[in-house]
C-alpha cells in the first residue's frame, strides 16, 4: 500500500512531528508538510526518513499567518489518486482531506488555539487591541474546521483525553490509538544530580511552575530541553523563561537524540507541568528511561502515569507542591525505576504500527 501522511509543518519537531515521522518510517510513506529544517529532523534521528520529504511551499512563521497559510496550502493539495491512504498527522493539515481520498485523520488534539484554548490563548497570547480581530479569526476557523472534518473518512486519536475533546469541540467519535514510543532506544543508566524538563517553551507548558519551585530549592538541580517556534510569541515566552530561571536551572534547546537518551539516562526524575496535557510522550521517554513522573493530575497524563508506583501525579499543581513531591521522589528515584520500564512497554512502536494497520485494513 503505497501511502502519504500530511503534516502542518516540519520546522519544529515536538511529539505530534515525531509521530508523523515514526509513520513515514514504518510505512516508507511520503510525507507532505510546509516549512522543513532537516537539521533538526536529523538531530532528531530522522535522517532516512528526509529524502521523502516534500514541501507544498513555504509559510510564515508567525501566528496566524502560519496557520492560516499552513490550512490553505493543505486544502487545494490534490494528489490525483497519487496513493493509496492518506494519513493526515496534523490539526492545521486535516483540510487535506478535502482532495485526497481515502483518508484517516491522527488527531493530537483538535486545533487548541481556537478550541480549548481559546481563552488561554486570548489573554495570554494575544494583545488587547488585536483580541477583536483574534476572536473573528476564531470563529472562522472553526467554521472552516468543522466544514473540512465533513471529508475526513475515519478519525483515530492519540488518547481518551483528545477523543473527549474531538467528541465535545467537534461532535464526532472517535477511536484510541497511544503514539509511539521506541522503547528500546531508552536505557536507564543512574540516578543523578539533576531533575529533566522536556517540552515545547509555550505558556500553556506552565514552565514557570517549574522555575518557581527551583528558584527554592537552590541544591538540586533541573535540565529543561525547551525547544521553540521561530515566531515572536514563542521567541519571547522562551526569552522570558531564560530571564527568569535561578542559577540552578539550565536551558538547553535542540539537542540532539543522541543525548536526549543521554540526559534520560542519568536524571534523577522527570518533571512537567503541561496545561490539560493532550498524551505526552515525554513522560512515556522518561518511564521507558526507568526515571519516575511527576506531573499534573489531568490530561493524558492520567492515562499514562500510574500513581505512586511510576511517579506522582499533583492536583491543582503549584510550585510548592512540585517541591513536595520532589522531596519525596528525591529520597529513593530508583524504587520506581522496574514499574515504569514495564509501564512505557504499553505503548511501544510496534503497538501503535499494529494498530494503525488495522484501521487502515478496516
Not at 6 to 14: A, M, S
Not at 36 to 52: E, H, Q, T
Amino acid at each position: 500500500m503505497k501511502i502519504a501522511i500530511f503534516h502542518n509543518f516540519l520546522d519544529n519537531i515536538g511529539g505530534a512531528e515525531i509521530v508523523g515521522l515514526i509513520l513515514a518510517r514504518e510505512f516508507n510513506a511520503d510525507v507532505y508538510t510546509t516549512n522543513i529544517d532537516a537539521d533538526k529532523i536529523n538531530k532528531m534521528g530522522f535522517g532516512d526518513v528526509l529524502p521523502r520529504i516534500k514541501s507544498i511551499g513555504k509559510i510564515p512563521v508567525n501566528a496566524p499567518f502560519r496557520q492560516q497559510f499552513a490550512l490553505w496550502r493543505f486544502r487545494f493539495l490534490n494528489l490525483k489518486n497519487k496513493y493509496d491512504f492518506y494519513i493526515i498527522d496534523g490539526d492545521w493539515a486535516m483540510s487535506g482531506a478535502v482532495n485526497n481520498k481515502p483518508n484517516l485523520w491522527y488527531v493530537h488534539s483538535p486545533i487548541r488555539e481556537i478550541w480549548d484554548l481559546y481563552e488561554n490563548t486570548r489573554q495570554k497570547t494575544v494583545v488587547w487591541y488585536k483580541r477583536s480581530l483574534f476572536d473573528v479569526w476564531v470563529l472562522y476557523n472553526r467554521y472552516l474546521n468543522k466544514k473540512y472534518l465533513k471529508q475526513v473518512d475515519t478519525i483515530t486519536c492519540n488518547s481518551e483525553n483528545t477523543k473527549n475533546r474531538v467528541k465535545k469541540f467537534l461532535g464526532k467519535d472517535a477511536t484510541v490509538i497511544n503514539p509511539p514510543t521506541d522503547t528500546s532506544k531508552f536505557k536507564f543508566e543512574k540516578s543523578g544530580d539533576y531533575w529533566l524538563s522536556v517540552n515545547r517553551l509555550i505558556g500553556h507548558k506552565r514552565i514557570n511552575l517549574q522555575l518557581n519551585a527551583f528558584a527554592e530549592l537552590p541544591k538540586e538541580k533541573l535540565v529543561i530541553v525547551g525547544s521553540y517556534e521561530q515566531s515572536v510569541h514563542f521567541k519571547q515566552y522562551a526569552e522570558h523563561c531564560k530571564k527568569i530561571k535561578p542559577n540552578n536551572v539550565e536551558i538547553k534547546s535542540w539537542v540532539s537524540q543522541k543525548e536526549l537518551v543521554k540526559l534520560y539516562a542519568n536524571c534523577k526524575g522527570f518533571i512537567t507541568t503541561s496545561q490539560d496535557e493532550d498524551f505526552g510522550m515525554n513522560v512515556v521517554e522518561a518511564m521507558a528511561s526507568g526515571k519516575p513522573v511527576i506531573a499534573p493530575n489531568e490530561g493524558g497524563y492520567k492515562e499514562t502515569i500510574v500513581n505512586n508506583k511510576t511517579g506522582i501525579l499533583i492536583d491543582s499543581i503549584d510550585g510548592n507542591k512540585i517541591i513536595e513531591v520532589i522531596k519525596i521522589i528525591g529520597a529513593n528515584p530508583e524504587k520506581y525505576k522496574n514499574a515504569c520500564i514495564e509501564q512505557a512497554r504499553k505503548f511501544d512502536t510496534h503497538i501503535f504500527i499494529e494498530k494503525i494497520k488495522k484501521e487502515l485494513r478496516n
